[in-house]
């Protein structure tokens, strides 16, 4: 990630006057280009800025737009919004219309801002012309997209959640919070993989300060079991609604039926969202739902334009900040000697000096070490058995069957493997105290749970001693493909082939079933 610029003052920039010299420096990457010397050959390359993300606040400063709460604030078309009654005032409604209001176009919000110019007056929710707007093939309707961290996670979803548990809503329909305790003991008992860095927090006098990532975790895997037969099932079918159809955003291989499905999920979730709650929380942020899906469709999936990665290069950014003065040099500096350290990491020959280079900028736990290959994957300090060690009937067939015997000799035991980028833990391991890492779904979409993980020291081929969980369903008929209810199929242990195992699941434990999650892509971590 590349650090353009920052800004040290009292109160905002103003953002045209900031943002120039970045447009300026673009174009002429793009009209100019680079020359790059490739295998004897010159090569022009030229760059051109494609997606820009932000929230709705950062949004409106940029575009020289009207604010979320403003008359005409969508960018996407020109629904003007209603003003509606919210608590002791009022707020701007976007309500759900069956025919799409008309779509806002690079020609007609130049031609509003050119009005609004000349009048003095916004024109549609525009104030001015952005001067992203110079950028070449640059248009602000295409090429600014949604953030789903802001507008579903710590939008949408975190009002829900006020709705659902503050006492403000005692009187409604859809209150629960005479139940969070119920609710935050399903939590409590959660044990999520390792993928997942923070544990779950309970809700009551919690979740107005939650993190982002464990609105995520709420969202996608924790709330759907938790709520289960404690919010009214209409409510919950409702929400179910938003949780299927930002799973399928958030996939890695989506396709034009998966775009659709997505589409009538958000847009069934939207239209019946003041039905069911009030008119105030159709605010821009569930508007935002309807314009979703063309945005993946155009730049990809939700997590290749999120903002989590640069929130998370803020809270370095802050970091780099140890005294109150000239922040900026405190921060480029710190920068430039991270820059520095990566750059002697990757020319840097002796082994153990690079791995320390690395371990500077990347941390302790960027990589695993101290790994052996074996057949289709890798496995962690296998150790021999004890002679104390006895296999089941079941177990010793097993194993004859697939690395033809059963003697402890021919095998070294294993509490952690690596396979398809993921770690995969068993039992046996001191570090799953209070995380399930060895909960894992294999290609035929059985579940398994890892005891041991046993290595054929000549083959080296690598079984799982485990239990099978028999499936019961999807946790809401007909929906929500991602998230499965199961039960024990037997207590005896089997022994499956390590490559059969594809990924750790989400499990979530209630007092009537077990339910396995998976994750919707291998590429966005906590």
Same mark, same amino acid.
């Given at each position: ?6 800004? %040290? ?47 709705? %606040?950062?949004?409106? $400063? ?27 005032? &009022? ?12 779509? !806002? ?22 104030? *001015? ?6 950028? +070449? ?56 993989? $390792? @993928? ?19 609105? !995520? ?70 508007? &935002? ?18 903002? @989590?990665?640069?929130?998370?290069? &803020? ?66 300090? +296998? ?27 021919? @095998? ?23 995380? &399930? ?22 083959? !080296? ?5 485990? %239990?099978? @969980? ?6 809401? !008929? ?5 998230? %499965?209810?199961?039960?024990?199929? *037997? ?36």
């Amino acid at each position: 990630m590349v650090l353009w610029g920052i800004w %040290q003052g009292c109160g905002k920039p103003q953002m045209n006057m900031f943002l120039r010299p970045l447009v300026e420096d673009l174009s002429q990457l793009f009209q100019r280009g680079i020359e790059v010397n490739i295998q004897q050959t010159e090569i022009r390359t030229r760059a051109m800025m494609i997606v820009a993300t932000m929230d709705l %606040q950062a949004r409106a $400063y940029v575009l020289q737009m009207t604010q979320h709460n403003g008359e005409h604030g969508c960018l996407y078309c020109l629904e003007p919004g209603k003003v509606v009654k919210s608590g002791k005032g &009022n707020c701007r409604s976007y309500p759900y219309r069956d025919v799409d209001p008309e779509p !806002r176009t690079k020609e007609n919000i130049k031609s509003d801002a050119q009005e609004a110019i000349a009048s003095g007056k916004r024109v549609h929710g525009i104030n *001015s012309e952005s001067v992203l707007s110079c950028l +070449p093939y640059f248009d602000v309707t295409t090429n600014v997209v949604i953030d789903y961290m802001h507008g579903i996670l710590l939008g949408i979803l975190k009002k829900l959640m006020s709705l659902w548990f503050d006492s403000k809503n005692s009187k409604e329909p859809f209150y629960i919070g005479k139940r969070v305790d119920e609710v935050d003991s399903i939590i409590k008992t959660i044990q999520p993989p $390792y @993928f997942l860095r923070r544990l779950p927090r309970k809700i009551n006098g919690n979740y107005n300060h939650w993190k982002a990532s464990e609105f !995520r975790s709420w969202l996608l895997y924790f709330s759907l079991p938790a709520l289960q037969n404690i919010l009214p099932d209409i409510y919950l079918t409702h929400y179910s609604l938003l949780v299927e159809g930002t799973f399928i955003l958030l996939g890695e291989g989506i396709s034009e039926a998966d775009l659709r499905r997505a589409d009538l999920l958000l847009r069934t979730f939207v239209r019946n969202l003041n039905l069911l709650y009030r008119d105030s929380i159709v605010g821009l942020n569930a508007h &935002n739902l309807i314009h979703l899906t063309r945005c993946v469709r155009m730049w990809g999936p939700l997590w290749a334009w999120s903002c @989590f990665v640069f929130e998370s290069f &803020n809270g370095e950014i802050k970091k780099c900040i140890h005294g109150t003065g000239n922040a900026c040099r405190q921060i480029f500096w710190s920068l430039q000697c991270q820059k520095k350290v990566e750059a002697m990491a990757v020319q840097c020959k002796e082994d153990q000096l690079r791995d320390f280079y690395q371990c500077m900028t990347e941390g302790s736990n960027a990589r695993q070490k101290g790994g052996e290959d074996a057949y289709q994957c890798v496995v962690f300090t +296998p150790a021999k058995i004890q002679k104390t060690f006895n296999f089941s009937n079941i177990v010793k067939e097993e194993l004859v069957r697939l690395c033809g015997t059963y003697d402890t000799n021919n @095998f070294m035991i294993v509490k952690k493997i690596s396979r398809n980028g993921f770690l995969m833990f068993s039992k046996q391991c001191s570090r799953v105290v209070k995380r &399930n890492s060895y909960t894992i779904k294999m290609v035929d979409n059985t579940i398994v749970e890892v005891e041991h993980f046993l290595i054929h020291k000549s083959s !080296r081929k690598v079984v799982a001693v485990c %239990q099978k @969980f028999q499936p019961l369903g999807p946790l809401i !008929r007909n929906r929500l493909q991602h998230l %499965q209810t199961f039960q024990l199929q *037997s207590v005896e242990n089997t022994v499956v082939r390590a490559e059969l195992l594809q990924e750790p699941v989400v499990v979530v434990k209630t007092d009537s079933k077990i339910c396995c999650g998976v994750i919707p892509n291998n590429v966005e971590r906590d």
